[in-house]
């Protein structure tokens, strides 16, 4: 036998598992890909992992809590059953699998929040605008809503909510940040563009001598109450702002998670520039964003096509996050690998 050699310009071409061929791959991708994402988000919706929490029930029990079509759930659940999402048992029993539990409100790593969100329709119906977007540039959201994202969500208190608490669930992943990273040595963490405050009070928490202050639009701080009466309510201030206006001055660390990479470049510089102009002259800066790789790499590259859609924002290289922090008068000086994301580590330059 003999074996071609791929012209120089051809891609490597992935070593291929028996039985399979890339007509069947893609329509892997594609089925039961869109109704998957629709089967979690429903399942989550209806609280059905609760429902067998403490014990196996059968679908018309299931239907019965759940107020819903006993024969539509029956169906509903061996669907979900082909996902690994409950096991049936020989009775016509459901038992919870660890992928159903995840689905559970209490789980300590509970992801019902991140699938109420991600099937949802503010998300959905831009989602189908992707080839639109990629057709003009702009983002399909607007083109649905004819509002920016963040001014939908101040104007929809229920989508909002479904926003907020996806944000602020994933303790493991708050914690992996939080351990990633001395925040010990600072006085005061600023947290610009921190929604509820979920990462503030964990690092609050695990920093008994740090004082912090969230910073949100004044809808989002309104919801932030576990930071308000929670235990580190004392040394944590709430400020409503615009970050396009001004951050509050004078601390020594500012944080921003999953903020630089809602905005486009030139909307990007203006927060950074506007944390440079609030900072301390010996402060830091530190964003916590998923570094896109130079290879393609599914979690950051598919979070991109996200930002397009969603808010026309973009995920960005090492470098140019580098060069975006230099344009606005910071230096990046590391960069700190997690689980999840990336902490990038600025300090001020000298101004000019
Ligand atoms: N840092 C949080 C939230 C990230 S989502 C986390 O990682 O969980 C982006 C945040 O930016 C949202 O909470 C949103 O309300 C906030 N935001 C958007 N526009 C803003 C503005 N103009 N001023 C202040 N905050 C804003």
């Known amino acids: 036998m003999t074996t071609e ?8 071409q992935p070593a291929q598992p028996a039985n399979t061929s890339p007509s069947m791959e893609v329509m892997r991708l594609l089925w039961p890909g869109a109704l998957a994402v629709q089967a979690i988000h429903a399942a989550a919706r209806l609280g059905l ?26 169906r509903f659940l061996r669907a979900l059953t082909s996902l690994g999402i409950f096991a049936a048992d020989s009775v016509g029993r459901y038992h919870q699998t ?6 559970q409100s209490d789980h300590p790593e509970s992801i019902r929040r991140w699938a109420m969100m991600l099937g949802a329709r503010f998300l959905w119906e831009p989602l189908i605008e992707l080839e639109e977007t990629v057709r003009t540039g702009l983002a399909g959201f607007e083109q649905v809503y004819h509002r920016r994202f963040f001014e939908y969500l101040a104007e929809s208190p229920e ?12 303790p493991a ?6 351990e990633a990273y001395d925040f010990s040595r600072f006085e005061r963490i600023v947290d610009v563009g921190g929604g509820h405050g979920a990462l503030l009070r964990a690092i609050l928490s695990a920093n008994p001598r ?10 989002v701080v309104a919801g932030a109450d576990a930071v308000r009466s929670g235990p580190v309510a ?13 951050i509050p001055a004078g601390a020594d660390a500012y944080l921003l998670k999953g903020v630089i990479h809602d905005w486009n470049d030139e909307a990007a ?13 010996d402060g830091t800066l530190l964003l916590v964003e998923t570094v896109l790789a130079e290879s393609s790499d599914p979690a950051s590259a598919m979070m991109d096509l996200l930002m397009m859609v969603l808010t026309g924002g973009r995920e960005r290289t090492e470098e140019e996050l580098r060069s975006l922090l230099h344009t606005a008068g910071f230096s990046l000086t590391r960069v700190i690998g997690t689980t999840g994301a990336s902490i990038l580590e600025g300090q001020p330059n000298v101004m000019g």
């Open 5 to 12: 050699q791929s012209p120089s310009a051809q891609p490597a």
């Open 49 to 74: 992992a609760d429902l067998v929490a403490q014990g196996p029930k059968t679908a018309a029990e299931m239907a019965q809590a759940s107020g819903t079509n006993a024969p539509s759930l029956a």
């Open 98 to 103: 660890p992928r159903s539990a995840t689905l």
């Open 159 to 170: 989508d909002a909510a479904l926003f907020n608490a996806a944000m602020s669930s994933l």
């Open 173 to 178: 992943y708050l914690a992996s940040i939080v």
């Open 210 to 219: 740090v004082r912090g202050l969230l910073m949100d639009l004044p809808g």
């Open 234 to 246: 004392d040394r944590c201030e709430v400020v409503s702002g615009d970050f396009f206006e001004t």
């Open 269 to 281: 510089l203006k927060i950074l520039k506007n944390c440079r102009h609030a900072i301390r002259p």
